[in-house]
């Protein structure tokens, strides 16, 4: 979605079309999802599945990409409200991801239709070692758990077919992004933990910093005398980040907000300098998923661009609080 109204900013918001004809991109939305669903049912293969992932990714962002048009009457493409509701959209798909594959409690069955469905890697002669040990674990687990005396024949089959001494197997090659994902790994890993911590350090404070630099609206407001709210949301209306009441109201919860997460974020900072390092991941990682989660959707009605700009920092300082935590666990 940032990527489509990026370009569509970039380039002046070319119309493709001509005359009374405008072919909006949720129709191209649309094409990628007919294709991702239809695609599955044509071809069986690994990866037409992934390639129906993908284009499914692509044909939602396109489609909602466009819900300011389809919440208002006068099919405000620009509407403001349409960037939070993009964003909370995103959120609930990635918590309804967790909490499902905190669920998942598969029965031998399904395991079973699991492992049969991986048994697509010897089809493609692509088994790998690590893969031909973890179908062993996987089948031997079913072997263990089910009672169904036809299971059990079918999973004991597909145990001695996985461990046939002539079965072919290859050495696994890892893509570019895995290399470049394993890479970036193994260099936070090499960093030494005291040479991390300091630029956890940095991270946390310059987050915290910028997130108070941007309330400099506040001292304005006070400094302008008068009635400091109607100060305060007139200077939010100069800025372009108050177009309406409502937007008023949530121009002022969003400055308490990042107020908060900034105080807390300098304050993880400082407890980490200080050696309270527990205390510091603990308040470290509740104020970048609060702002992640809460602020930032107050913070895309206010800025859209800015606000994308901001999640990828504080997702970037959410994962080196989370590798910090494992160096100090391998101690």
Excluded: C
């Amino acid at each position: 979605m940032i990527l489509t109204r990026l370009f569509l900013e970039i380039t002046g918001y070319p119309r493709l079309g001509h005359g009374e004809i405008h072919i909006a991109h949720v129709l191209w939305g649309g094409l990628a999802l007919f294709l991702a669903a239809i695609l599955p049912l044509i071809f069986i293969h690994r990866r037409v599945f992934m390639l129906s992932a993908l284009l499914s990714g692509v044909g939602i962002g396109l489609f909602i990409d466009e819900v300011g048009k389809f919440i208002t009457t006068t099919n405000d493409y620009f509407y403001p409200a349409a960037a939070p509701i993009i964003y909370a959209f995103f959120l609930g798909l990635v918590l309804l991801y967790i909490r499902l594959k905190r669920l998942e409690k598969p029965d031998p069955r399904t395991r079973l239709y699991q492992i049969l469905e991986d048994f697509s890697e010897i089809l493609d002669g692509d088994l790998e070692i690590e893969e031909q040990k973890n179908l062993e674990v996987r089948i031997s687990r079913v072997i263990q758990e089910t009672e169904d005396p036809d299971l059990v024949r079918l999973a004991q089959s597909l145990l001695q077919f996985i461990r046939a001494e002539d079965l072919r197997l290859v050495v696994h090659q890892p893509g570019k992004w895995e290399r470049l994902l394993r890479s970036g790994w193994q260099i936070t890993d090499r960093i030494p933990r005291r040479t991390f911590k300091w630029f956890l350090i940095t991270a946390l404070i310059l987050v915290g910093g910028i997130a108070w630099f941007e309330l400099g609206s506040l001292i304005q407001a006070i400094s302008a005398g008068g009635s400091f709210l109607e100060n305060l949301i007139l200077l939010g209306v100069l800025h372009g980040e108050v177009r309406s009441q409502i937007g008023a109201y949530w121009f002022i919860i969003h400055l308490i907000f990042q107020g908060l997460v900034g105080l807390s974020a300098i304050s993880s900072g400082l407890f980490l300098i200080f050696n309270k390092d527990q205390l510091a991941l603990s308040l470290g990682t509740i104020s970048m998923i609060f702002s992640l989660t809460a602020v930032n959707l107050l913070y895309f009605f206010v800025d859209q661009f800015s606000a994308a700009f901001a999640a990828v920092i504080q997702l970037l300082v959410l994962l080196g609080l989370s590798q910090y935590r494992r160096k100090l666990s391998s101690l």
